[in-house]
């Protein structure tokens, strides 16, 4: 099975700040990789498809970039409404997983 | 509108049986791929199972195989996991997601609400 790390675990930002978030894989992904955004009680949001592709409707503020193990999702300007945990997803191969979440909350 | 509806959840006993129901509307249901994909409280999100938009490919995480079921009847564009022993691990909110598949790369547009299942004694 391929294992998903993110890192941080957390970050305290502000209003406005860039805030950047890595995921790594224990294979390679190509760019079998897709980025989340989850608010408490509420269903998974999806920001990025292809490592890098922003899906409809969402903000040109997340962008994504990365290729083979390593990843990237960057917010250029925290809004208020950004305040969430952040979730990578490999679709390379199953077992689909996930890594384990970036809580991203106000400094 | 595009949504998906989750339903089944509740209270069981370990060992117990609980079938999930998810409806999908306002877009192709026969041509989706679908998953399950729950999260335990206070935890990450774990993909449980997938099945292919006729049915014929299904495919399991470790933790369930041999224990949950995945179906869908595509003429009442509903999807469906059937979970039987059930163990207090398998606590967790149900979401039902739709793979959006491609060329640039697959990922679950489309998610449920979410429904709760509890097992305990």
């Known amino acids: 099975d391929i294992q998903m790390t993110q890192s941080p675990s957390s970050v305290s930002a502000s209003v406005g700040d860039r805030v950047t978030i890595t995921c790594r894989a224990s294979q390679g992904l190509s760019s079998w990789l897709a980025w989340y955004q989850q608010k408490p009680g509420k269903a998974p949001k999806l920001l990025i498809y292809g490592a890098s592709i922003l899906q409809s409707g969402v903000p040109s503020r997340f962008s994504g970039s990365g290729s083979g193990t390593v990843f990237t999702l960057t917010i250029s300007s925290l809004q208020p409404e950004d305040f969430a945990t952040y979730y990578c997803?490999?679709?390379?191969?199953?077992?689909?997983?996930f890594g384990p979440g970036t809580k991203v909350d106000i400094k | 509108e595009v949504q998906l509806v989750e339903s089944g959840g509740g209270l069981v006993q370990p060992g117990g049986s609980l079938r999930l129901s998810c409806a999908g509307s306002g877009f192709t249901f026969s041509t989706s791929e679908m998953s399950w994909v729950r999260q335990a409280p206070g935890k990450g999100l774990e993909w449980v199972s997938y099945i292919s938009s006729g049915g014929s490919s299904k495919k399991y995480a470790d933790s369930v195989t041999g224990r949950f079921t995945i179906s869908r009847d595509n003429a009442k564009n509903s999807l469906y996991l059937q979970m039987d022993s059930l163990r207090a691990e398998d606590t967790a909110v149900y979401y039902c997601?739709?793979?959006?598949?491609?060329?640039?790369?697959?990922?679950?547009?489309?998610w449920g609400q979410g429904t709760l299942v509890t097992v305990s004694s």
């Open positions: 997601a739709r793979e959006m598949t491609g060329t640039s790369g697959d990922a679950f547009d489309i």
């Open positions: 997803q490999q679709s390379n191969s199953f077992p689909f997983t």
